[in-house]
């Protein structure tokens, strides 16, 4: 059976399993398959199973949608935010010439990378819409270095499933699978729209991942950490949000 054919199978057999037997045991075939977010625990946790493992089955490689230039936004926007915290003030004051992103965990070239060095990295620029769980969106170009160049260039082990990212906003931080770190579309960020990233849009840098929620999409990032496995971290649902409602797995 080609791969495709196979995850379709499975695929339906989830549905199938979700429909006549009862929904646990479409978790039972999504735990087989190490399809499990980590918040599959929690209240939602049985939903947010389902629709990540199809989700993963079914479009893991598609793309999110990318737009033409006259289709950009414009201001106002509705979630700008502002950094008043002291340090960041003086880094910006600098021209954040002292930003670094450090990459630990699962990598055999654990290192703190100047956002200077980051950027004469290969870009990608892409005109997408971020989302936002509460109903507005906005399209914008950003321009980043894809996660799967950087992981590529720190060597990653392949045992690492996912990727922890960390903004120096306290209580932000969040985490993909490596089917998203390596997507193509995703991206740590520093210019939008042409321009360098503004600040209340994240800047110096950011993480974008198009294909999930806007919350997915955290903002000035300094760290990044990769794992096996993430009960390690925070209290162990993959971020924040699970505790408060809002899926780990956010995928649109
Ligand atoms: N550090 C940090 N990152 C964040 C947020 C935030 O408040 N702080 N808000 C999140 C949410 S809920 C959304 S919808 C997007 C909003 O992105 P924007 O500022 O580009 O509109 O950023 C996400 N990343
Ligand atoms: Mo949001």
Redesign the pocket.
Known sequence: MSNLSRRRWLARGLTAAAGITGIGAAAAIAKRHGLMPPDAGLRFGTGAALTYAAQRMLTRHSLAREFSRSQISSAP?????RMNEQSYQISQAAGFADWKLAVEGMVAKPQSIPLQELKSLPSRSQITQ?V???GWS?IAEFTGLPLSTLLESVDAHPEARYVVYY?I?EG?WDSVDMEDAMHPQTLLAYGMNGQDLPS???GPL?MRVPRQ???K????INRLVLTDDLQQFGKGFGSPGPEYGYSWYAGI
């Open positions: 926007f509705a979630n700008p935010t971020l936002c769980e509460e906005y903004s906003e932000w209340g849009f994240g950011r929620l806007g919350y999409s955290v903002k000035y």
